[in-house]
């Protein structure tokens, strides 16, 4: 162990913590090795070190210190484009480069913005049909998840998909997949990278390689076109730089990333909102009445009514709290040496930050484990930010989508319980709300009944 190097539990040799990793929640179990070992948890993931940050303060300090901006090397990243490439996965000058690249892009192409909620309302107009014709209960993830890929691609891309288009089903299915089958720490697989040729087809790596390749064909057969144009404008300028970041490879990588990213979270965001509202009627109830006397029936709500739609907002606050779709960031690296809470960080340390102690913390939220939106309203009945709920991570590596997301999810949300009741099928019950882990945190098997609202 480097000296300083912070506490933790004792590890195994060659595979570190890995065998006592609770693959079911690891964000609960790495939370409470901090009631023994303090905010900063020193682990091994097999001969790797890697630690754990838990706690407001120490979260705080990690995400903003930039010497913990790195990423550790993606296997899955290398073994698939040939170098450690896109936007989520890489690190330093290339990252930096091609991040504020991206990011311009989508702001001019209209992320999260006003112009690109005509593409919403479109998406949305296509699901409610669906909905409302089905027959009996429904399963929400996959129809939610088919909404946000079209979304992606139609700002990406200007062109959306026809929804009944089965190889949108079959993207969506695979990405479920690959993200239930994925493990944060990355895995055994992470430390020794020739492990996956043991029992190759039913080790876990390699059914997330699978999909990852098949999800990168189905962007280079379909390639959304406004943003590759920009993208190849940009090759074109820059091709007689030798040093040049703009690569074909590079394009192909940052656009699987972006549609990883945000396929899986939309999808499971909303999920996770509609399952919490059935369980919790007179919230659902309190919405429809707030879209009722703001909004009405005749039009959909838009990103203009939202202050006016406060408690709605806020209820959508407090999904995003009680259930985030990513309670523990992408691994960060550790780029140099550096402290945090006083511990000693060597450089290539891995660093996991574990956003799930922050939004869930007792002492800060109160009843954490209890739905409650109105922790997100002032006293005078407007919606309140606060700066914890941090479930989009914070400083530079802060998730690239946020603004996307947010606009995306308080449109769809709220049109969904604008036009429909939700009520659990009870033929179907619900193991439990927690969610199932992975790369993510996705919502647990339920289906419900979808009742026109009269
Ligand atoms: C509710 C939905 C979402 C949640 C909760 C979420 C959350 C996060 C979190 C926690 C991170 C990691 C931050 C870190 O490593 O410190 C992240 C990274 C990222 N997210 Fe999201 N995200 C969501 C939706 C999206 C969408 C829709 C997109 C697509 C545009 C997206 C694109 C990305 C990218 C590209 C990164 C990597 C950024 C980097 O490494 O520089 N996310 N997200």
Same mark, same amino acid.
């Given at each position: 162990?480097?000296?300083?190097?912070?506490?933790?539990?004792?590890?195994?040799?060659?595979?570190?913590?890995?065998?006592?990793?609770?693959?079911?929640?690891?964000?609960?179990?790495?939370?409470?090795?901090?009631?023994?070992?303090?905010?900063?948890?020193?682990?091994?993931?097999?001969?790797?070190?890697?630690?754990?940050?838990?706690?407001?303060?120490?979260?705080?300090?990690?995400?903003?210190?930039?010497?913990?901006?790195?990423?550790?090397?993606?296997?899955?990243?290398?073994?698939?484009?040939?170098?450690?490439?896109?936007?989520?996965?890489?690190?330093?000058?290339?990252?930096?480069?091609?991040?504020?690249?991206?990011?311009?892009?989508?702001?001019?192409?209209?992320?999260?913005?006003?112009?690109?909620?005509?593409?919403?309302?479109?998406?949305?107009?296509?699901?409610?049909?669906?909905?409302?014709?089905?027959?009996?209960?429904?399963?929400?993830?996959?129809?939610?998840?088919?909404?946000?890929?079209?979304?992606?691609?139609?700002?990406?891309?200007?062109?959306?998909?026809?929804?009944?288009?089965?190889?949108?089903?079959?993207?969506?299915?695979?990405?479920?997949?690959?993200?239930?089958?994925?493990?944060?720490?990355?895995?055994?697989?992470?430390?020794?990278?020739?492990?996956?040729?043991?029992?190759?087809?039913?080790?876990?790596?390699?059914?997330?390689?699978?999909?990852?390749?098949?999800?990168?064909?189905?962007?280079?057969?379909?390639?959304?076109?406004?943003?590759?144009?920009?993208?190849?404008?940009?090759?074109?300028?820059?091709?007689?730089?030798?040093?040049?970041?703009?690569?074909?490879?590079?394009?192909?990588?940052?656009?699987?990333?972006?549609?990883?990213?945000?396929?899986?979270?939309?999808?499971?965001?909303?999920?996770?909102?509609?399952?919490?509202?059935?369980?919790?009627?007179?919230?659902?109830?309190?919405?429809?009445?707030?879209?009722?006397?703001?909004?009405?029936?005749?039009?959909?709500?838009? !990103?203009?009514?939202?202050?006016? !739609?406060?408690?709605?907002?806020?209820?959508?606050?407090?999904?995003?709290?009680?259930?985030?779709?990513?309670?523990?960031?992408?691994?960060?690296?550790?780029?140099?040496?550096?402290?945090?809470?006083?511990?000693?960080?060597?450089?290539?340390?891995?660093?996991?930050?574990?956003?799930?102690?922050?939004?869930?913390?007792?002492?800060?939220?109160?009843?954490?484990?209890?739905?409650?939106?109105?922790?997100?309203?002032?006293?005078?009945?407007?919606?309140?930010?606060?700066?914890?709920?941090?479930?989009?991570?914070?400083?530079?590596?802060?998730?690239?989508?946020?603004?996307?997301?947010?606009?995306?999810? @308080?449109?769809?949300?709220?049109?969904?319980?604008?036009?429909?009741?939700?009520?659990?099928?009870?033929?179907?019950?619900?193991?439990?709300?927690?969610?199932?882990?992975? @790369?993510?945190?996705?919502?647990?098997?339920?289906?419900?009944?979808?009742?026109?609202?009269?």
């Amino acid at each position: 162990k480097p000296r300083g190097y912070p506490p933790g539990p004792p590890r195994l040799p060659l595979l570190g913590f890995l065998p006592f990793l609770d693959s079911h929640l690891p964000h609960k179990q790495m939370w409470r090795l901090s009631d023994t070992y303090g905010p900063v948890v020193g682990l091994y993931f097999g001969t790797q070190p890697a630690v754990v940050v838990n706690g407001w303060e120490a979260v705080k300090e990690a995400l903003q210190n930039d010497d913990l901006n790195g990423r550790p090397e993606n296997v899955a990243t290398v073994i698939q484009y040939g170098f450690q490439g896109g936007v989520m996965f890489s690190e330093g000058e290339l990252w930096k480069e091609q991040r504020r690249f991206a990011l311009h892009q989508f702001r001019n192409l209209g992320f999260g913005k006003k112009s690109h909620e005509a593409i919403v309302h479109d998406e949305v107009r296509e699901l409610l049909k669906e909905i409302g014709s089905a027959k009996g209960s429904i399963s929400l993830p996959g129809m939610l998840g088919v909404s946000a890929i079209n979304i992606l691609w139609a700002i990406l891309g200007g062109n959306r998909f026809e929804r009944s288009d089965g190889r949108l089903w079959d993207l969506v299915e695979r990405l479920n997949i690959v993200f239930r089958a994925g493990e944060i720490s990355g895995g055994i697989v992470q430390s020794f990278p020739f492990l996956r040729h043991v029992f190759p087809k039913s080790h876990s790596f390699n059914t997330v390689l699978d999909g990852l390749f098949q999800v990168d064909n189905f962007i280079k057969a379909n390639y959304p076109k406004d943003f590759i144009d920009i993208y190849l404008n940009e090759m074109e300028k820059q091709k007689d730089d030798s040093s040049t970041t703009f690569t074909e490879k590079q394009l192909l990588a940052t656009c699987t990333d972006i549609f990883n990213a945000g396929t899986e979270t939309g999808s499971a965001t909303l999920s996770f909102g509609i399952l919490l509202l059935t369980l919790n009627p007179e919230v659902m109830r309190k919405v429809q009445a707030e879209l009722d006397e703001v909004v009405g029936r005749s039009r959909m709500p838009s !990103l203009e009514d939202r202050t006016k !739609l406060a408690y709605s907002d806020a209820t959508l606050s407090e999904v995003l709290r009680i259930r985030s779709a990513a309670p523990i960031t992408v691994p960060h690296k550790a780029t140099k040496d550096t402290t945090v809470q006083g511990c000693r960080i060597p450089a290539d340390t891995m660093m996991l930050v574990n956003l799930y102690s922050v939004v869930m913390d007792p002492e800060y939220w109160q009843d954490p484990e209890t739905f409650r939106p109105e922790r997100f309203l002032n006293p005078d009945g407007t919606a309140r930010k606060d700066e914890r709920l941090i479930v989009f991570g914070k400083g530079r590596r802060a998730c690239l989508g946020e603004a996307l997301a947010r606009m995306t999810s @308080f449109v769809l949300f709220t049109t969904l319980l604008q036009n429909f009741d939700f009520s659990l099928d009870p033929a179907v019950p619900v193991p439990n709300t927690e969610g199932k882990s992975g @790369f993510t945190l996705g919502p647990p098997e339920f289906r419900v009944f979808a009742k026109p609202r009269s």
